[in-house]
């Protein structure tokens, strides 16, 4: 036993040094290092209990950049022992495990893990878990639902939302926000409109936001974030007159009834549409007359010279011949 142990503690002192990135000291970076010892090695996926697929390798330079690279595994995986694992039937608190049985049909992988986040983001997880998303999981048992890391990314990458790479930073927010809304089939099973994202994109906000304007407002600035609420709730700050027109006002002062009432994510209707096409059919026939007018004052200089440069050369010659004659 103590041949055992003697040898588990050299290997994690070598990992401390052999793993890349993995040079921290201290209780949490020897947890983490001990678990990524195999982990970081593997490859291949396993099936859990649940029915489940896992990746079984956690690359560790990843995890180390992470906001979450100084933890150790299982402040987070709570129900598994640090090495070597046994059934995941460790002491969990049972606050954690009545939130991990809330969320077991969104969480198949490791229940206990997902709910983990609430230990350190307690009144974040508070204010998802009371959003339109955190109800659709809690109430509905859907496993569609937004959770942390729907929106985050996966578990052992999460970098901050300063971060350019976030999926929740400004640069990639619209599109992860759409990888669901997006979606016809989720649109028609919960009744949303199927066009959100494009009324979005098609819409003087979204076209800014696509030019790369910096104070563009992306959905989450309407719409908010772990606290969303649905749109018919008298708490969701686009929920009827008064309160759009606070939630417009943030940017645009003095914003009033008769404003907010031309922020939608319904269709425009056929007058847009058409004056649109209409602009679009005008602008490109004054391109193509501008074009085509260029192109025939080109030809006629050109046309010009070249006959003119003939009727030169048979004057010439016709006045060589009087002289000869």
């Known amino acids: 036993m103590k041949k055992t142990r003697r040898l588990a503690t050299a290997l994690t002192a070598f990992a401390l040094i052999a793993l890349p990135g993995m040079t921290g000291s201290g209780t949490a970076s020897a947890n983490a290092t001990s678990c990524l010892l195999c982990h970081n090695a593997m490859s291949g996926k396993a099936t859990t209990a649940s029915g489940a697929e896992i990746e079984l390798r ?14 150790a595994c299982t402040e987070c995986h709570q129900a598994f022992t640090e090495n070597p694992h046994t059934a995941p039937d460790q002491a969990v608190a049972d606050d954690l495990k ?58 052992h990458g999460i970098v901050k939302s300063t971060d350019e790479n976030s999926p929740v930073n400004r640069k990639h927010v619209v599109a992860t926000c759409a990888n669901c809304h997006a979606d016809e089939k989720l649109a028609a099973k919960y009744g949303h409109e199927a066009n959100i994202m494009e009324s979005y994109n098609e819409s003087f906000h979204g076209k800014k936001y696509t030019l790369g304007h910096t104070k563009a407002p992306t959905c989450v600035n309407c719409h908010g974030y772990h606290d969303i609420k649905s749109k018919s709730d ?20 003095g914003a009033n009834a008769t404003f907010v009432g031309a922020i939608t994510h ?18 490109m026939g004054t391109i ?3 074009i ?9 200089d050109i046309r010009d010279v070249v006959f003119r440069k003939k009727e030169e050369e048979e004057e010439t010659k016709n006045e060589s011949y009087n002289e000869c004659a």
Not at 58 to 71: E, K, R, Y
Not at 141 to 151: E, K, N, Q, V, Y
Not at 242 to 248: L, Q, S, V
Not at 268 to 279: K, T
């Open 266 to 283: 319904k269709p425009a209707g056929p007058i847009p549409h058409y004056a649109e096409l209409g602009l679009i059919v005008l602008t």
């Open 292 to 300: 085509a007018h260029v192109l025939l004052e080109a030809y006629s």
């Open 234 to 253: 008298p708490a969701s700050p686009v929920f009827g007159t008064i309160n759009k027109t606070k939630t417009c006002g943030n940017c645009h002062k």
């Open 98 to 155: 009545k939130l991990s049985s809330t969320i077991a049909k969104k969480a198949k992988v490791d229940p206990v893990a997902y709910s983990a986040c609430s230990t350190c983001h307690s009144d974040v997880y508070q204010s998802v878990m009371t959003s339109v998303h955190g109800k659709n999981i809690a109430e509905k048992g859907a496993a569609d639902g937004a959770l942390c890391l729907d929106c985050h990314g996966g578990p």
């Open 288 to 290: 193509a007359f501008t």
């Open 58 to 71: 956690i690359n560790s330079n990843l995890f180390q950049a992470s906001v979450h690279g100084s933890m």
